[in-house]
């Protein structure tokens, strides 16, 4: 079963994720983050399929979140809001993001990688 696997080429946490399905023999579609932005109906699909609060899939480390107070902004925002504010700009969502058929993963971290794929 081959899965998304969205991501910044120039993030070094998504670089780490690329090796590991690649070392790992996971069959992925790749997709860059910025070029090709979730739209607003994919982030919605997949928070509800993450089971993860939607402030995750926020990349609270980035400049763009930090000069525009987005945390400040986020508790007086719907679900709706915040998913078309993550529409965007693609470096306003964390990355990478693994969707899987019935899974979405967020971020990397190697024990729900090989929890996932092995």
């Known amino acids: ?15 780490k994720a690329l090796n590991w399905l690649k070392e790992n023999d996971v069959e992925f579609e790749d997709r860059h983050i910025v070029d ?11 928070h509800e399929k993450s089971g993860l ?12 979140y ?24 693609g470096m306003l969502v964390k990355r990478p993001i693994i969707v899987g058929e019935d899974y979405v993963l967020v971020g990397f971290k190697e024990k729900e990688y090989e929890e996932k794929f092995q």
């Open 53 to 64: 609060p939607l402030k995750r899939f926020f990349n609270t480390s980035g400049q763009i």
């Open 66 to 89: 930090r000069q525009n107070n987005i945390k400040d902004r986020l508790p007086n925002m719907s679900d709706e809001e915040q998913y078309e504010l993550l529409a965007t700009n």
């Open 36 to 46: 090709n932005n979730p739209t607003a109906e994919e982030l919605k699909e997949w």
């Open 1 to 15: 079963m081959k899965v998304l696997f969205v991501q910044y080429p120039k993030c070094s946490t998504c670089k």
